[in-house]
């Protein structure tokens, strides 16, 4: 039905992990753009782990998503018709498209969307920026130092550690399985990984592939996985709090113990939204296109087809079921 | 007798608090000075809470006190007999004078003293110098912003929110009991106290007195404290951890449960050890003395005396039995 618009509408709100039974599917029809708008075919949507932040009933830094409403979604998408003079039938956008097959947007919520598409939801998007500015401006690495890396095998983690690796640092990331840990030391050239399912103490197989101690601490899972690391900080470390995975649908949060540790390591943890650098994403993509094109930076996408998938993709990350950026094709 | 040095020396490292059963005195000869080095006549010692991790089995950043050794203390002195050309007798100093009565030291490892030589011991001493670049460069502070402060009548804690207050900020001290309290927002100029002995729910009491939320928190007792406040810091908050006295003799530490929050809040927690400032001591003394005699800045020092009263003096720390800086009076 060329006219209709498929969505997924949050139907509640989730206590632990977010799936298929907090979302509803519903169709209507296609709105048809008013001036200064673009009615878009969404081609693809990302699921990543804020998505379950934005859920919450708290989300603290952004709004939070109403029971009812379209599930926010980060997304590349044709134009079908358009209400504006910048786009025009065909030219390929990346928007908040939501999950919705056919939405009608303002054009300033769009930009245009140069290159390969599949690009933009990876390394050229929100996690290639993620990765880029956590570890350039946030964590402040120099050629030389030691980078630790949680959640390596995910989206934002197999970048940051090409990005180390590209500036001549020693990186060594930690996932969940040893599949996942021949991903990154092979094809992503990490020196090393860290299986923590196969490791009774999470601290000594830190200690042991870190022998001289973590310059910068780049943390996509927080808990008991932020503990170990901040005790393997040296003097001068770095903590990057990029996200919380292992945190953010848990029943119970951990309590951080070797913050204490700090002092004596003269050491920082610091927070950031990648929103905040938004005045220099073309730097940002500019590098990344550049060490892309010099074969130095690649990104796994993972696909689920079908935009019904996108509940259960979210799930996925939770279970760290994805190797790479996890992604729903919607459309053609 | 004039020839006899008396020592507290280690005799037990303590499990919790620190206190008389863990050290020994002792009296020994005075050592003459060889050339290039200096005897002193020691007239106060400091009591700081960091001498408690001095004497724990892993101190970490520095080494630790062995049993049968000279418990380790800042203090002022007066040169009794010298053996180096850049001091002669009558000369106040400061040195890590330990905690004895009549030390002979390597003429290097000692200060010149001009001035008051009590304002050494607190202002323009160790105290004053992590207030100032604690504040001042690890917290970033701006005028018109909120400072909140823990341990805000110990030591530190006072200068700090003196600093805070010279420079435009609003301040807000957490001290211990009524009379601790009225004396901050009396003679110290804090904008506001929160007795947290009196408070059932101190993050809603610092959300009372923190009505925007805070910028920077200056903490030096870690702790539950901690997640307080990281809970009500503002989007760019800073948290500088100077010290955890309620951690320090903890038979468990307390777990921080609010760190994810830092995200959103683009929040930092920073530690640090003002001996890496050593190389701008100049610079912190000049601009303490120059608020002090501008009649801003006062230093209450809390005086116990007797070299045989500082182990008790150590426990008061722990016990929040102190007003201020806290220094043991051992000569005339």
């Given at each position: 039905?060329?006219?209709?618009?498929?969505?997924?509408?949050l139907?509640a709100r989730p206590d632990?992990?977010?799936?298929?039974?907090h979302?509803?599917?519903?169709?209507?029809?296609?709105?048809?753009?008013?001036?200064?708008?673009?009615?878009?075919?969404?081609?693809?949507?990302?699921?990543?782990?804020?998505?379950?932040?934005?859920i919450s009933e708290?989300?603290?830094?952004?709004?939070r998503?109403?029971i009812?409403?379209?599930?926010?979604?980060?997304?590349?998408?044709?134009?079908?018709?358009?209400?504006?003079?910048?786009?025009?039938?065909?030219?390929?956008?990346?928007?908040?498209?939501?999950?919705?097959?056919?939405?009608?947007?303002?054009?300033?919520?769009?930009?245009?969307?140069?290159?390969?598409?599949?690009?933009?939801?990876?390394?050229?998007?929100?996690?290639?920026?993620?990765?880029?500015?956590?570890?350039?401006?946030?964590?402040?690495?120099?050629?030389?130092?030691?980078?630790?890396?949680?959640?390596?095998?995910?989206?934002?983690?197999?970048?940051?550690?090409?990005?180390?690796?590209?500036?001549?640092?020693?990186?060594?990331?930690?996932?969940?399985?040893?599949?996942?840990?021949?991903?990154?030391?092979?094809?992503?050239?990490?020196?090393?990984?860290?299986?923590?399912?196969?490791?009774?103490?999470?601290?000594?197989?830190?200690?042991?592939?870190?022998?001289?101690?973590?310059?910068?601490?780049?943390?996509?899972?927080?808990?008991?996985?932020?503990?170990?690391?901040?005790?393997?900080?040296?003097?001068?470390?770095?903590?990057?709090?990029?996200?919380?995975?292992?945190?953010?649908?848990?029943?119970?949060?951990?309590?951080?113990?070797?913050?204490?540790?700090?002092?004596?390591?003269?050491?920082?943890?610091?927070?950031?939204?990648?929103?905040?650098?938004?005045?220099?994403?073309?730097?940002?993509?500019?590098?990344?296109?550049?060490?892309?094109?010099?074969?130095?930076?690649?990104?796994?996408?993972?696909?689920?087809?079908?935009?019904?998938?996108?509940?259960?993709?979210?799930?996925?990350?939770?279970?760290?079921?994805?190797?790479?950026?996890?992604?729903?094709?919607?459309?053609?």
């Amino acid at each position: 039905m060329q006219n209709a618009n498929r969505r997924l509408v949050l139907a509640a709100r989730p206590d632990g992990f977010a799936g298929p039974e907090h979302f509803a599917e519903d169709t209507v029809a296609v709105r048809a753009p008013a001036a200064g708008e673009v009615q878009l075919e969404t081609l693809y949507v990302s699921i990543d782990p804020a998505m379950r932040v934005w859920i919450s009933e708290n989300p603290g830094y952004v709004p939070r998503i109403e029971i009812g409403d379209v599930m926010r979604a980060f997304g590349i998408a044709r134009v079908a018709s358009s209400g504006d003079p910048r786009f025009a039938k065909g030219d390929f956008v990346q928007a908040r498209v939501g999950w919705q097959t056919h939405p009608t947007l303002a054009a300033r919520d769009i930009e245009p969307l140069p290159g390969d598409p599949l690009d933009w939801m990876g390394l050229l998007g929100m996690t290639g920026l993620t990765a880029y500015f956590g570890l350039k401006d946030v964590g402040r690495i120099h050629p030389g130092e030691t980078v630790l890396v949680s959640g390596a095998a995910g989206a934002v983690g197999q970048v940051v550690g090409q990005i180390a690796h590209i500036e001549a640092c020693r990186v060594v990331g930690i996932a969940g399985g040893p599949e996942k840990c021949a991903i990154l030391t092979g094809e992503l050239g990490f020196d090393a990984a860290i299986d923590y399912k196969a490791e009774p103490d999470l601290a000594a197989a830190i200690a042991r592939e870190c022998p001289g101690g973590v310059d910068v601490f780049y943390d996509n899972v927080g808990g008991p996985t932020l503990d170990a690391a901040i005790g393997a900080l040296k003097i001068g470390g770095r903590v990057v709090i990029c996200g919380r995975i292992s945190q953010t649908a848990a029943a119970e949060l951990y309590g951080v113990r070797n913050l204490g540790l700090l002092i004596g390591r003269r050491a920082r943890i610091e927070g950031f939204v990648v929103t905040d650098f938004a005045a220099r994403f073309a730097e940002g993509r500019a590098w990344l296109a550049a060490q892309r094109d010099a074969g130095r930076l690649h990104q796994r996408v993972h696909v689920i087809n079908g935009l019904e998938s996108a509940p259960a993709g979210l799930g996925m990350l939770f279970k760290g079921e994805n190797q790479g950026k996890l992604v729903v094709k919607v459309g053609e």
